[in-house]
């Protein structure tokens, strides 16, 4: 069936992009207001989008209201701000920070999460999180409704338990137990569900068909 996303409303482009575009990484962004105040939210609008310079992107939507959330005000006020990625065991504290407070109440104090320090940028990193980078602003895109917030990641905090070799970099990602969105209101699924395909080279390729 054809859609044509030029002819519809805002609202069915999202249902269908969000039940098609899966699963989606999660980033729960944690930032600071100027007065310190911590806001956590979660957003799968994201991935990473290079190495040199290593940045991820994600899309922040506005309130209701047309306001600007905390996350999008804090990055622009402050210029900094961490992202920490799901695993299964914090899904619930997660879908906590998703709830609409009002603006500077402390989504992780309400979630009763632990924060550590990080080291390049002043917002505070995730503990429950197994993999946390630090980020600074790249650009700020407007798209419609959205921003497209890019960030340049300058530094990784990775669970010991998940790190092979570290002179390597190689990471155990399953051992990570991360999730990913899914379609609707509220599902999820899990990274360890995965299945192995062979990189095939061009040559081989045409081997085979000879």
């Not at 994600?58 to 961490?82: H, M, Q, S, W, Y």
């Not at 390597?168 to 299945?195: E, F, N, Q």
Request: glycine content about 6%; aromatic content about 6%; charged content about 20%.
């Amino acid at each position: 069936m054809l859609f044509d996303l030029d002819a519809l409303p805002a609202s069915s482009r999202y249902k269908l992009l969000v039940s098609t575009v899966v699963p989606r990484p999660i980033a729960w962004v944690v930032t600071q207001d100027a007065a310190g105040v911590l806001n956590a939210a979660p957003y799968s609008f994201f991935n990473v989008f290079g190495s040199d310079p290593p940045v991820v992107a994600l899309g922040v939507g506005n309130r209701p209201t047309g306001a600007a959330k905390d996350t999008l005000a804090n990055i622009a006020a402050t210029g900094e701000f961490t992202v920490c990625l799901v695993p299964e065991t914090a899904l619930d504290a997660m879908n906590v920070t998703a709830a609409d407070f009002p603006p500077g109440e402390d989504e992780v104090a309400q979630a009763g999460l632990t924060t550590l320090p990080s080291t390049k940028v002043r917002p505070p990193r995730l503990a429950e999180s197994p993999v946390a980078m630090e980020c600074t602003l790249f650009q700020t895109l407007p798209i419609g409704a959205h921003s497209m917030v890019i960030g340049q990641v300058r530094a990784m905090h990775i669970a010991d338990a998940a790190v092979m070799d570290p002179v390597k970099c190689y990471i155990d990602s399953p051992a990570l137990g991360l999730v990913g969105r899914l379609h609707g209101a509220g599902w999820y699924t899990r990274t360890s569900d995965r299945m192995e395909v062979k990189r095939v080279s061009a040559a081989d390729w045409m081997a085979r068909k000879d």
